[in-house]
């Protein structure tokens, strides 16, 4: 059911871009669905937003002046993670 085109919609540093969005459930109807599509298709995004959203629900018990900057901070680490891992393990989407 997933076609490969479709994954294309993002690249993974596009998906740890969106992470937080989707998680804050802002992204729209469109990206939603694309994010979706590729992390169904890469498993590699699939657990960096699974570990982002355990992150994310930690950092909701915690008071929200702090969560703010230890979020951005976090978000900023994943996004490198994203850089150094994700597009070096299976490229930008361009098949493989
Ligand atoms: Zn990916």
């Known amino acids: ?19 937080s969005g ?16 590729h992390t169904m298709a890469c498993s590699i995004c699939n657990e960096y937003v699974r570990q982002i959203g355990i992150t994310v629900h930690l950092l909701e018990s915690l008071p929200p002046t702090e969560t703010e900057q230890m979020r951005s901070e976090l978000m900023g680490l994943y996004a490198d993670w994203s850089d150094n891992h994700c597009t070096n393990a299976h490229g930008n989407d361009g098949g493989s």
């Open 22 to 37: 989707y998680l804050d459930g802002d992204l729209g109807a469109l990206e939603w669905a694309r994010f979706r599509v």
């Open 1 to 19: 059911m997933i076609m490969p085109l479709m994954t294309g919609g993002y690249t993974c540093k596009q998906i740890a871009e969106r992470a």
